[in-house]
């Protein structure tokens, strides 16, 4: 492929809902444009963008996928993101290397949250938004219905361009809006120009539509719009390709993505309604003293790109994708890795398409493509030359709140699991993983249950190493409630030197994180050498506690008086004293059993508060407050919840807001368990260690 100027490229990223054929989509524009020899089909697995071996099982988009294609002398970066929520961090990172958005739309199902979301990460990321409603050769497809909800859900700036004619639940003919032109596809993919079928006055309501989004441009034709005037056809197409291009208008296309049906019409449009790099490429980033710089889309300036996508393979290495914002990016280009300072060896740069790499000899501004074997390189890095030192926005990823732990099947893989784990999430930033070292798990974190089954898939088919999902263990505390004084003697003789230690301990709840250690003996009762064995014996005997054998916190424990032999006593006879006085104490303490409660801040529609809060009272939690949140309709609702009660918390909110929800919850403190949820926490412990 030749190399192109900012102003002849065009970075489009597909987005939508699950199952609303955005692969196709792309199948298509890669086939029409002959960037492949046959249009790919996601049922045989032999599409150019679902290459990856978990996509073609699942049949399913689940990571971002990047294929080039060349039409009427512009270069266009098709990136393809997954539709389904679990695979969200796909979506963030194809909005990072567009400029525009098409947003495909089900021409059966319709305006899905998926829909929404797009529409609204598109926004976010400030691309032009542009719709296609596909499959509209499906009887059961309804254009008009979905082109209407469009208007209803995002307002009057959704612009008709092409649209079908249907007879008989056949899409075959499809009206191009702007030129008043009709064309007829057939199944061996001629089109030819037909004469205009009579639409009666639909046609004249999708005239009024265009208008009334040209009207949304600008003040001055708003006021020809209000009074009656007719705009030219030179204000019309000047109106909608400026107004596509600031935002002010989203343009719908539709075709029909398993034959091809009005591809040439969409690929066509793009061509001068989307805007280029040249364009929207401009970015503001922070120099090396925190100051705001503006950086060009300008090849001849030094060079500053983003990685916005990772593939890490086992035998190949890992593979770099990286959108160039100016400058040229090629194997002899110094570039320094802002995040670790270092300068990194480029070795050779690639073009992408799909799972094809092919050699380049640079990439330039504006456009997308990779760098193979950059090891020590994330997603999100800035890469710039040594001569300009900026940091460019890195990826805003959504929060992982579905955790679970991760357990080898082979016992010893443990070291298995975690490599593995951590190419993953190179690869996917949003797979986070920890180790409780109080619990001895492993805990996962994903944005749902599909998420995690592909982690352990992927496990086994890239790192030959098995393992299974399990809820996590909670880390709960023990501590008292009632101030107590106990004894604790040591004496044993065995021949020659004896062992004799003997200690009074006063034992009081405090505010400390564990033991808080101290003494008033007078007298010389115990010796001072002998106060350093008395704590250690007091805190090694506190990491079990005597209700379920988790660790005690909130304990003062003051020494204040005992006895000694001046020869049979040691550190180690005072310290086994001190472990007695504990177990003779703490149970007449008023032992009790802390639960780790967690603050919990959900966003969610307002016509599904009723229904969360309830289940926050539930899962005994109690919600704090209320706050609108910043998108409108949407509301943000705070309480606390125990930790224990919120496994499937995440499966919950999407189920109940259909995906809109979405939530945080970190740990904030620990508070006494209800005696019925102690007690059967008790027994479990005590069964566990049976």
């Not at 998926?114 to 032009?128: F, R």
């Not at 029909?256 to 805007?275: G, R």
């Amino acid at each position: 492929m030749k190399q192109y100027n900012a102003k002849k490229i065009l970075n489009i990223a597909l987005a939508g809902h699950g199952g609303c054929g955005k692969t196709s989509v792309a199948e298509s524009m890669i086939y029409l444009a002959k960037a492949s020899e046959r249009l790919g089909n996601i049922a045989d697995g032999n599409t150019v963008l679902d290459y990856d071996s978990e996509e073609i099982k699942r049949q399913t988009s689940i990571l971002t996928s990047v294929a080039p294609i060349e039409w009427k002398n512009t270069k266009i970066n098709i990136i393809d993101t997954p539709g389904l929520f679990d695979f969200e961090g796909g979506v963030a990172e194809g909005m990072r290397a567009a400029d525009s958005a098409l947003i495909v739309v089900s021409g059966k199902d319709g305006v899905n949250v998926g829909t929404e979301k797009a529409v609204k990460a598109a926004t976010k990321a400030g691309l032009t938004k542009i719709f296609f409603v596909n499959g509209l050769c499906d009887e059961s497809a309804r254009f008009y219905r979905v082109f209407e909800s469009l208007k209803a859900t995002f307002g009057p700036t959704v612009c008709p361009v092409v649209v079908p004619y249907i007879v008989d639940g056949q899409a075959n003919t499809y009206v191009n809006l702007f030129d008043y032109k009709a064309y007829k596809y057939d199944t061996d993919g001629s089109v030819v120009q037909t004469p205009l079928p009579d639409m009666g006055d639909r046609l004249e309501g999708l005239r009024e539509a265009i208008k009334e989004a040209v009207a949304e441009t600008s003040e001055e034709l708003l006021d020809k719009f209000i009074m009656g005037e007719e705009f030219t056809p030179e204000e019309i197409i000047l109106g909608v390709s400026k107004g596509v291009k600031d935002g002010t208008i989203c343009p719908v296309f539709c075709g029909d993505a398993h034959n091809t049906f009005a591809f040439d019409q969409l690929l066509n449009s793009l061509v001068w309604l989307a805007p280029t790099a040249a364009d929207k490429g401009d970015e503001i980033a922070v120099d090396v003293d925190g100051e705001p710089v503006e950086i060009s889309v300008n090849e001849n300036a030094a060079a500053a790109a983003v990685v916005f996508k990772t593939v890490v393979d086992p035998f190949v290495g890992k593979l770099s994708y990286v959108k160039v914002v100016s400058g040229k990016v090629s194997a002899d280009t110094p570039l320094v890795n802002m995040r670790t300072g270092t300068q990194e060896r480029i070795g050779k740069v690639l073009t992408v398409r799909g799972k094809k790499q092919v050699e380049t000899d640079y990439i330039g501004a504006g456009d997308i493509g990779a760098i193979p074997k950059l090891a020590s390189v994330k997603t999100g890095d800035t890469l710039c030359s040594p001569l300009r030192k900026v940091v460019l926005e890195g990826i805003d990823y959504p929060v992982s709140s579905y955790t679970m732990a991760i357990y080898p099947v082979t016992k010893g893989d443990e070291d298995k699991v975690a490599q593995g784990l951590a190419k993953l999430s190179e690869e996917d930033p949003t797979i986070k993983y920890v180790t409780n070292h109080e619990t001895h798990e492993m805990l996962i974190s994903g944005l749902g249950e599909q998420h995690l089954d592909v982690v352990i898939s992927k496990l086994k088919s890239k790192f030959n190493v098995e393992a299974v999902l399990k809820k996590q263990k909670i880390a709960y505390r023990e501590t008292i409630r009632k101030k107590v004084s106990a004894q604790g003697r040591y004496k044993k003789q065995s021949g020659g030197h004896g062992q004799f230690g003997d200690v009074w301990i006063e034992f009081e709840p405090c505010e400390s994180e564990g033991l808080e250690f101290a003494e008033r003996v007078v007298g010389g009762a115990v010796p001072k050498n002998f106060f350093p064995a008395v704590e250690k014996g007091l805190r090694d005997s506190i990491k079990k506690g005597v209700l379920a054998g988790y660790p005690m916190v909130g304990i003062r424990a003051t020494l204040y008086d005992g006895s000694y032999h001046p020869v049979d006593s040691s550190e180690m006879s005072f310290k086994t004293a001190a472990s007695m006085a504990y177990k003779n104490g703490i149970p007449n303490a008023s032992p009790t059993l802390l639960e780790p409660i967690g603050s919990l801040k959900v966003t969610l529609p307002d016509s599904n508060m009723g229904d969360v809060m309830g289940e926050v009272n539930k899962r005994r939690g109690r919600v704090l407050g209320m706050t609108p949140a910043e998108d409108s309709g949407m509301q943000i609702v705070e309480g606390e919840v125990p930790m224990a009660e919120m496994d499937n918390f995440a499966t919950y909110l999407r189920q109940v807001t259909q995906g809109r929800g979405s939530y945080e919850f970190a740990f904030a403190r620990y508070e006494d368990a209800p005696a019925n949820v102690a007690q059967k926490i008790i027994e479990k412990a005590k069964a566990d260690a049976e």
